[in-house]
């Protein structure tokens, strides 16, 4: 029987107001799964209305203690359902179940780590000039917040802000992609079932107008988005217009260099993995692979031979190791850039073009994908591309390997294989990324900061600094001298 998913507004599932709804499709067969309501701005409004009334009701008035035991209980959920989360996942993206299993677990520990962070967000007693004046500089939150979240990996880019914003004390309204929505909805139900207060915890559904209306409000007080530059900027733009914080975490085009001197073996499967992992679609894909040119053809070569035998098929089986582009559109932008390398004289050296073969009929497969002699200046090395698509580029010495790294707009990851670690450490400060990897690729950890530079955004996710962006600084004043000053002499 197929799932008809309605809003989540002030505690209610309820239809949108015009009744428009639309489908969730299985990029895998291209079977409609489930409905999905589609908000209206009127329910956009009403959502915003509703977590201003929790947070002054309700939210602000619970303790620190509390909110922990309701993160806690939602992370106790997620273990509880990770099965049945991953199947659904795996059906709304085409993403491998092994990696939305896994991306549950995951979800569970960063709701019990910001549960930990929930009564531990202490101020501080400021020394000041003044003796007989005590300052205290404690952490508010800000009151209502708004996350936009992406379709490659719904409910573990979700948990990146979520929870902190809730652990601090904020009301969070959620909009997920339209393309991948299904799996917050059932995080939304597990919230409600926990028991968190009503407008505490919404989702609103649908297309780009439905988080235009969320990201526009004037009533609400901070943003975070993930998603493209593009439509990051747009964000901004309103945003700053509206005089309101945001956190961004945008694209990328990662480079994962590798020097002569790596353990080749595991760099290769470095590569592959930072690559054809959830099959390119993730922002930290390591899609520009610089090589030295002392194990250039080496590693070019057995790239090709590896990738050709990545297993494809339905992605809810666990001997799957690639699955589907996620949507139709995601898939022909990425059959658009493997052609404009092709015309820009990339030589390919696997793959190329949409997967055939039995099981894959109906979906959005594209084979794993590898051009060499990649040019920085050719698009596939300039622009994101999200999909099962490598660049390698050849590089003579470490200056230059640099400089390719950081010529690009982007700054998100970046990887350096090397058994030498005066140049990994050389490597590390002089790569324009927020993260850096050294001998390994795609490593996270709920207790590490994540985010990028340039235009992969600003503001990070996960550890204390994921919190942080969730609350604001207030400062106190308290004289205790008694006297009855001049107003007119105040001392600074």
């Not at 793959?351 to 894959?360: C, I, P, Q, V």
């Not at 698009?379 to 230059?400: Q, Y």
């Amino acid at each position: 029987m197929m799932t008809t998913y309605q809003l989540f507004i002030d505690g209610q599932w309820r239809n949108a107001s015009d009744g428009a709804t639309m489908p969730a499709i299985n990029p895998y067969n291209q079977e409609v799964h489930a409905t999905v309501a589609v908000a209206t701005a009127d329910d956009v409004a009403e959502a915003v209305a509703a977590a201003r009334r929790a947070y002054k009701t309700a939210w602000s008035k619970t303790s620190p203690g509390e909110r922990a035991r309701l993160l806690n209980k939602v992370a106790d959920m997620l273990d509880a359902d990770a099965d049945r989360m991953a199947l659904l996942e795996t059906t709304d993206n085409g993403k491998v179940i092994r990696e939305t299993h896994n991306q549950m677990g995951y979800a569970a520990r960063i709701f019990r780590y910001y549960a930990a962070w929930a009564d531990k967000m202490h101020g501080d007693v400021v020394p000041l000039d003044q003796k007989d004046t005590l300052d205290l500089a404690i952490r508010v939150p800000y009151g209502v917040v708004a996350c936009v979240t992406a379709w490659n990996s719904p409910v573990a880019i979700l948990t990146n802000t979520l929870p902190a914003a809730l652990a601090a004390g904020n009301c969070v309204i959620l909009k997920p992609s339209e393309h991948a929505s299904t799996t917050t909805l059932e995080v939304a139900k597990m919230c409600e079932k926990a028991g968190f207060p009503a407008g505490v915890v919404q989702v609103v559904t649908g297309a780009a107008e439905v988080g235009q209306a969320l990201t526009s409000s004037k009533d609400v007080d901070k943003i975070s988005f993930t998603g493209s530059p593009g439509v990051g900027r747009a964000i901004a733009q309103v945003a700053g217009g509206n005089l309101k914080p945001v956190t961004m975490e945008l694209g990328g085009k990662s480079p994962n260099i590798v020097f002569d001197d790596a353990d080749f073996d595991r760099a290769l499967i470095g590569a592959l993995a930072g690559i054809f992992g959830a099959t390119g679609q993730t922002c930290i894909a390591g899609s520009r692979l610089l090589v030295q040119r002392g194990i250039y053809d080496r590693m070019v070569e057995g790239l090709a031979k590896r990738a050709a035998m990545i297993r494809m098929g339905d992605p809810r089986l666990a001997e799957t190791e690639m699955g589907t582009a996620a949507n139709e559109p995601q898939f022909n932008k990425i059959l658009s850039f493997i052609e404009a390398a092709k015309g820009d004289g990339a030589r390919l050296v696997a793959g190329g073009g949409r997967a055939e073969g039995a099981g894959l009929e109906k979906g959005f497969f594209i084979e794993p994908t590898i051009f060499a002699d990649v040019r920085n200046e050719m698009k596939v090395a300039a622009e994101e591309i999200f999909g099962p698509v490598l660049s390698i580029i050849p590089f003579d010495e470490e200056e230059e390997a640099v400089q390719i790294a950081n010529d690009t707009r982007y700054g998100l990851a970046s990887g350096i294989w090397s058994e030498n670690i005066t140049r990994c450490m050389r490597m590390m400060r002089a790569i324009d990324s927020g993260v850096v990897w050294v001998n390994t690729y795609r490593v996270a950890a709920p207790q590490a900061p994540f985010g990028g530079m340039k235009d992969s955004g600003f503001g990070r996710v996960r550890g204390e600094a994921g919190i942080l962006e969730f609350m604001q600084t207030k400062n106190v004043f308290i004289d205790f001298s008694g006297d009855k000053r001049d107003p007119f002499s105040m001392k600074f």
